[in-house]
């Protein structure tokens, strides 16, 4: 089983920026991986996902403010935010995707909090 450590959250302004990185205990280079953020009070989301072949797709939400990539030498997902808003304070998680969905253990996951 594939353990996911996510980090790189933190307390950032408004219109600040933050990158995230998931780094995973084993290989993912076949896996198909994804961003996914829970806010209080609201169900756990897809923000971003990026394929084995670098394919990605957004959110609307984050769309054209938020880029994932992977570096698949260090088993690394990574999610760089940018123009970030209050609402995008959650904690955030990766997680690999098979058939649309979240599958394997989730990890810790890594708070982000924006300032208004």
């Known amino acids: 089983q594939v353990q996911l450590v996510e980090s790189g959250g933190g307390l950032v302004q408004a219109g600040g920026s933050l990158r995230l990185s998931c780094a995973a205990s084993?290989?993912?280079?076949?896996?198909?991986m994804g961003w996914y953020r829970e806010a209080p009070g609201k169900q756990r989301e897809l923000v971003a996902r990026i394929s084995s072949s670098g394919r990605t797709i957004y959110a609307d939400s984050v769309k054209d403010r938020f880029t994932i990539s992977r570096d698949n030498a260090k088993n690394t997902v990574y999610l760089q935010m940018s123009s970030l808003k209050p609402e995008d304070t959650a904690v955030y998680y990766c997680n690999r995707i098979f058939g649309g969905a979240p599958v394997g253990s989730w990890g810790q996951g890594t708070q982000v909090t924006v300032s208004s």
């Open positions: 084993g290989s993912i280079s076949i896996n198909t």
